[in-house]
Antibody, heavy 121, light 110 residues
Framework: QLQLQESGPGLVKPSETPSLTCTVS??????????WGWLRQPPGKGLEWIGS???????YYTPSLKSRVTIFVDTSKNHFTLRLNSVTAADTAIYFC??????????????WGQGTMVTVS | QSVLTQPPSVSAAPGQQVIISCSGS????????VLWYQRLPGTAPKLLIY???ERPSGIPDRFSGSKSGTSANLAITGLQTGDEADYHC???????????FGGGTKLTVL
């Protein structure tokens, strides 16, 4: 059964650069069948797409975060990682990793991790 | 501020129908497929509708999606208390080159 599990620091200080990792089980990030993505939801706000990556390393980022975000994939460990530079309180949110249903960036997210809360304080 | 516009909340009685709207523009909804996600309290979002009106396997036909021009709707019939959740619409925006979402709509089943 496909499962995605986020892991991260939980509490970070302003200006730090936390990394969040999404470990995939039951599928392979290197299969080439899917993009893999990161999204977040700040308290009381809507979902926000952060970016997505293909096994080849091709990435897409939302323009508002592009200057501060890096997503990379480690096919040997079957996981992908989000790094967010110079965080502020505005980055406080639940962070989700998810699988696109296909190999197009436009494909829906069909499987999600449970999410991990990141608090910047 | 979200690119797509959804009402913050809707409510209806059990057994009734509710429609949640999602408004955008020609750079997003007008020229791309719309997705809908359901987020039950404390859980991860779940895909309800893709390609405007398609349901993934396992999603009951009480949930239906539609699109007209630059707006989309999610209809839920035969409301159940278990449908109380936040509903999010999303699509690709050609001008922003980004996936974009609405602010989410909280459904209360009275």
């Amino acid at each position: 059964q496909l499962q995605l599990q986020e892991s991260g620091p939980g509490l970070v200080k302003p200006s730090e650069t936390p990394s969040l990792t999404c470990t995939v089980s039951g599928d392979s990030v290197s299969s080439g069948r899917n993009y893999w993505g990161w999204l977040r939801q700040p308290p009381g706000k809507g979902l926000e797409w952060i970016g997505s990556i293909y096994y080849s390393g091709t990435t897409y980022y939302t323009p508002s975060l592009k200057s501060r975000v890096t997503i990379f994939v480690d096919t040997s460990k079957n996981h992908f990682t989000l790094r967010l530079n110079s965080v502020t309180a505005a980055d406080t949110a639940i962070y989700f990793c998810a699988r696109h249903s296909g190999s197009w960036i436009y494909d829906a997210f069909d499987v999600w991790g449970q999410g991990t809360m990141v608090t910047v304080s | 501020q979200s690119v797509l516009t959804q009402p913050p909340s809707v409510s209806a009685a059990p057994g009734q129908q509710v429609i949640i709207s999602c408004s955008g523009s020609s750079s997003n909804i007008g020229n791309n497929y719309v997705l809908w996600y359901q987020r039950l309290p404390g859980t991860a979002p779940k895909l309800l509708i893709y390609d405007n009106d398609e349901r993934p396997s396992g999603i009951p036909d009480r949930f239906s999606g539609s699109k007209s021009g630059t707006s989309a709707n999610l209809a839920i019939t035969g409301l159940q208390t278990g449908d109380e959740a936040d509903y999010h619409c999303g699509t690709w925006d050609n001008r922003l080159s980004s996936l974009v979402f609405g602010g989410g709509t909280k459904l209360t089943v009275l």
